[in-house]
């Protein structure tokens, strides 16, 4: 089992930058897929990046593709969001998850664990 907490959320101008970090209990981190996922109001939970056990396979949401970029360091047992180029559709409470399935998947009920969230919003 592996417990997952989130931080670096907050308020930011479109157009700036954000950082948002998970930080995993447990001693096995690098034997879970990890995931951000994120939850507008009234809207479905949505999936942006996902990274392989060991960090050298990342997969990303077309919508934050070449703004977003997840990392890991197992070592650390944490997990980054680096968030650039933020646009107001971005605005949503983010989710960091781990999965103890090593192949990649972008539906959220393949994840196993989840953190409590964090709060990302973007001001026009």
């Known amino acids: 089992q592996v417990q997952l907490v989130e931080s670096g959320g907050g308020l930011v101008q479109a157009g700036g930058s954000l950082r948002l970090s998970c930080a995993a209990s447990g001693r096995t981190f690098n034997s879970y897929t990890m995931a951000w996922f994120r939850q507008a109001p009234g809207k479905e939970r949505e999936f942006v990046a996902t990274?392989?056990?060991?960090?050298?396979?990342?997969n990303y949401a077309d919508s934050v593709r070449g703004r977003f970029i997840i990392s890991r360091d197992n070592p650390k047992n944490t997990m980054n969001l680096q968030m650039n180029s933020l646009e107001t559709e971005d605005t949503a409470v983010y989710y960091c998850a781990a999965s103890t399935g090593a192949i990649i998947r972008r539906d959220y009920r393949e994840y196993d664990y989840w953190g409590q969230g964090t709060q990302v919003t973007v001001s026009s």
């Open positions: 990274i392989s056990r060991n960090g050298g396979y990342t």
